[in-house]
C-alpha cells in the first residue's frame, strides 16, 4: 500500500507541477493561450502518468520475491491503484487550484468554449443556454469530481497497457549442490 500510495503522490505531484509551470508561463489567463495550454497539459500529463506508473509499477515487482510471479493481474493492480491515489491527490490539488490559486481560469475556459459556440454557428439563445449548462459543470467540485473519474479511466488504461510489459512469471530457485 506505501509504494502506491508514494507513486500516487508523486505522479500528482508532477501533474500539479506541470499546471503550475503552464500557470506561471501565463498560458491560463487568456483564451488565446487556452488551446496551447490544453495541447501541452494532455501530451507531457500523459507522458507523466505514463512515467508514474510504469515506476510505480516496478517498484511493486521489486518487493515480491523473484519466486513469485507478478502476473499481469498484479500489474494492472498496482498501476491501477497508483491512478486511483494520484486521482484522489489530483482532485484535490485540482479543487484548491481552481477555488483559490486560480479562480479566474473558470471564466477563462467558459469565454472559449462560448467563442467555439458561437464559431459553430448557435444562434445566440441555444449558446446562451449552452453557456449556462457549461457554467454549472465548471463548478470546482464538479470539476474535481470528473477529474477523479476521467483520471482513473485514463489511468486505468494506461496501466492495461503497462502491465503487459511489466509482468513477471516466477523463476524457479536453483539449488546448488
Same mark, same amino acid.
Given at each position: 500500500?506505501?509504494?502506491?500510495?508514494?507513486? %500516487?503522490?508523486? =505522479?500528482?505531484? !508532477? &501533474? !500539479?507541477? =506541470?499546471?503550475?509551470?503552464?500557470?506561471?508561463?501565463?498560458?491560463?489567463?487568456?483564451?488565446?493561450?487556452?488551446?496551447?495550454? &490544453?495541447?501541452?497539459?494532455?501530451?507531457? %500529463?500523459? #507522458?507523466?502518468?505514463?512515467?508514474?506508473? #510504469?515506476? +510505480?509499477?516496478? !517498484?511493486?515487482? $521489486?518487493?515480491?520475491?523473484? /519466486?513469485?510471479?507478478?502476473?499481469?493481474?498484479?500489474?494492472? %493492480?498496482?498501476?491501477? @491503484?497508483?491512478?486511483?491515489?494520484?486521482?484522489?491527490?489530483?482532485?484535490?490539488?485540482?479543487?484548491?487550484? &481552481?477555488? @483559490?490559486?486560480?479562480?479566474?481560469?473558470?471564466?477563462?475556459?467558459?469565454?472559449?468554449?462560448? /467563442?467555439?459556440? /458561437? $464559431?459553430? +454557428? @448557435? &444562434? $445566440?439563445?441555444?449558446?446562451?443556454? !449552452?453557456?449556462? @449548462?457549461?457554467?454549472?459543470?465548471?463548478?470546482?467540485?464538479?470539476?474535481?469530481?470528473? %477529474?477523479?473519474?476521467?483520471? =482513473?479511466?485514463?489511468?486505468?488504461?494506461?496501466?492495461?497497457?503497462?502491465?503487459?510489459? =511489466?509482468?513477471?512469471? $516466477?523463476?524457479? /530457485? #536453483?539449488?546448488?549442490?
Amino acid at each position: 500500500m506505501k509504494t502506491y500510495l508514494t507513486y %500516487g503522490f508523486y =505522479l500528482s505531484c !508532477a &501533474s !500539479a507541477l =506541470l499546471v503550475f509551470a503552464l500557470y506561471f508561463l501565463g498560458l491560463h489567463d487568456s483564451v488565446e493561450k487556452l488551446g496551447t495550454a &490544453s495541447t501541452v497539459q494532455t501530451v507531457v %500529463g500523459l #507522458v507523466i502518468t505514463v512515467v508514474g506508473i #510504469v515506476l +510505480g509499477t516496478k !517498484a511493486r515487482r $521489486a518487493e515480491i520475491p523473484a /519466486e513469485e510471479a507478478f502476473g499481469y493481474g498484479s500489474a494492472l %493492480g498496482a498501476g491501477f @491503484m497508483i491512478a486511483l491515489f494520484a486521482t484522489l491527490f489530483g482532485a484535490g490539488f485540482n479543487l484548491l487550484y &481552481s477555488t @483559490m490559486i486560480n479562480p479566474g481560469l473558470t471564466e477563462v475556459i467558459l469565454e472559449a468554449q462560448t /467563442e467555439k459556440f /458561437e $464559431a459553430a +454557428g @448557435m &444562434s $445566440a439563445d441555444a449558446a446562451e443556454k !449552452a453557456t449556462a @449548462m457549461v457554467r454549472k459543470m465548471m463548478h470546482p467540485a464538479v470539476q474535481s469530481a470528473i %477529474g477523479f473519474v476521467m483520471g =482513473l479511466f485514463f489511468g486505468t488504461l494506461v496501466s492495461l497497457v503497462t502491465a503487459a510489459f =511489466l509482468k513477471r512469471p $516466477a523463476t524457479d /530457485e #536453483v539449488v546448488s549442490a
